[in-house]
């Protein structure tokens, strides 16, 4: 099993440029997350997918961050557009209610200046 | 809501010596407990769980924690530190084991020679 694999590693860009984060969940797993990891705030769930639907989105910051998961093996994170506050590492995770805890993936660290 | 709290930001200990890591955690009824460990650049690894049953869990690399209702505590525990678990180490909580968890600020963990 490859694990929750998230592409880019790392992503630098300018303020005003779109950003797609993308994630690839380990296969069987109907739930995804994708959380935000900075400094200041911690860990903060932006939103999830239950069978590609999403089910919380409450903590997407802004409408300029956007998610989708076409299919139960690809999930993307939209900034559109960035700014350097969204400057941070963002993972994805996926597991199944037949797991108790989340598989995480290595994260995307996100740098917009 | 639910809401975790980790009151040490930072520990050092060290090597050999025994380690004890603090959460503190809000929840009306019985939680989902969760231990995990970060190293730098890294991904959430899971270390253990709790949701019923015995309140001492075992988890991975020699880590156990114990679950005390009573002081809504779930402490984590190893009883002899090595130099390659210098981490951050996140606590969480959740409803189920598979849906939303919110995580602690996390203790980075420091081990000296």
């Known amino acids: 099993d490859a694990g929750v694999i998230q592409s880019p590693r790392h992503e630098v860009t300018e303020m005003g440029q779109e950003v797609t984060l993308r994630c690839k969940p380990i296969?069987?797993?109907?739930?995804l997350f994708w959380y935000r990891q900075t400094m200041m705030r911690g860990l903060e769930l932006l939103i999830y997918f239950n069978n590609n639907v999403p089910i919380d989105d409450s903590g997407m910051p802004e409408d300029r961050f956007s998610a989708k998961m076409p299919n139960a093996s690809f999930s993307t994170l939209k900034i559109q557009p960035s700014e350097p506050r969204d400057s941070a590492v963002y993972f994805c995770?996926?597991?199944?209610?037949?797991?108790?805890?989340?598989?995480f993936g290595s994260g995307t660290r996100l740098t917009v200046v | 809501a639910q809401s975790v709290t980790q009151p040490d930001i930072h520990i050092t200990v060290s090597e050999g010596a025994s380690l004890e890591l603090r959460c503190n955690y809000s929840?009306?009824?019985?939680?989902?407990l969760f231990w995990y460990v970060q190293s730098p650049g890294q991904g959430l690894q899971l270390l253990l769980k709790?949701?019923?049953?015995?309140?001492l869990v075992q988890g991975i690399k020699g880590f156990e924690a114990e679950f005390k209702r009573s002081q809504s505590s779930f402490n984590l525990r190893k009883p002899s530190v090595h130099w390659s678990d210098a981490a951050e180490y996140f606590c969480a909580v959740g409803d189920t084991g598979f849906q939303k968890l919110v995580f602690g600020t996390g203790t980075r963990l420091l081990v000296s020679p």
């Open positions: 296969s069987g797993h109907d739930y």
């Open positions: 929840y009306g009824a019985t939680p989902y």
């Open positions: 709790y949701f019923s049953g015995d309140t």
């Open positions: 995770a996926s597991t199944t209610p037949a797991n108790y805890g989340y598989t």
